[in-house]
């Protein structure tokens, strides 16, 4: 069992960039693809991004291609998302998850395990 806990959201303006975090319990960390979600108000749960458990491969929704970074240190248990460039529209809970499938079905099957999130805010 992997249980993952978020960091680093908070309030910024539009524009700004912020750096989430997510720390995963357990040394099996490497052995399961990682994504990020996210949930705003009044709406489903979508797909941000995932990593592959190597690094080697990379995924994005739309929405957030060449403002948003994924990337994973699987030396100490963390994947990191790097969002620039944000908009109002960005405003959501972010969520880590984790994958015993492909980082390339992260966008269309359930992950295994979910952190408890942690709220972005982006003013105009």
């Known amino acids: 069992q992997v249980q993952l806990v978020e960091s680093g959201g908070g309030l910024v303006q539009a524009g700004g960039s912020l750096r989430l975090s997510c720390a995963a319990s357990g040394r099996t960390f490497s052995s399961y693809a990682m994504g990020w979600f996210r949930q705003a108000p009044g709406k489903e749960r979508e797909f941000v991004a995932a990593i592959s458990r190597s690094a080697g491969r990379l995924y994005y929704a739309d929405s957030v291609k060449g403002r948003f970074t994924i990337s994973r240190d699987n030396a100490k248990n963390t994947v990191y998302l790097q969002m620039n460039s944000l908009k109002p529209e960005d405003t959501a809970v972010y969520y880590c998850?984790?994958?015993?499938?492909?980082?390339?079905?992260?966008?269309?099957?359930?992950?295994?395990?979910w952190g408890q999130g942690t709220q972005v805010t982006v003013s105009s």
């Open positions: 998850a984790a994958s015993t499938s492909t980082a390339q079905n992260m966008g269309v099957m359930r992950p295994d395990y």
